[in-house]
């Protein structure tokens, strides 16, 4: 028990003496070899990513720590398909960062209900449900399905086995294990079962 104690105490300290969020000021430029020997040694390997280190960027142009310019074809997979650093785009996010961050949706916003409105009359749709993730979408539709089949199909609701679902959800997208299994957790999907 003093053992463990110890260890957490010496875990904190080091943890408390981290600084988080910036970067020292003694620090130099990492070379673009470096950073990719890092991220390799740190951090899970679920992508293997082009041995190309963006630094900075703007338009379709990127460079790396070395000042290499390259031309950005896959622009963060569509993310920024408007290049990288839009003018329009970065005046909208520091005035809107400069107001209010970040609201979470269980509060209510000032932006959302306008953008919400324009998205739905914009598509035709009676509701809009933004996502921040792909595995957030694909659960999202397959409770949506579910819930359909049970109500308007009247499919009893031992006929949906989790094994199919997960079969469903395999091939849809590559999720994590850990949003398997909490969809498939009774207490999680009670309003949709």
Known sequence: MASTRRGLQVFMKKLCRRSYGTVPENATPSSS?????LEYEYSAHNYH???????????????????????????????????HCHPKIMKALQEQADRLTLSSRAFYNDKFPIFAERLTSMFGFDMVLPMNTGAEGVETALKLARKWGYEKKKIPKDEVDASTTKLLLRMCNDFSFCVLELFFVGAYRTPFT
Do not use: H, T
């Open 33 to 37: 070899q470096q950073l990719i020997n």
């Open 49 to 83: 990513p082009v041995p190309v280190v963006f630094s900075q960027a703007k338009g379709s142009s990127v460079w790396d720590p070395e000042g290499n310019k390259y031309l950005d074809f896959l622009s963060a997979y569509s993310a920024v398909n408007q290049g």
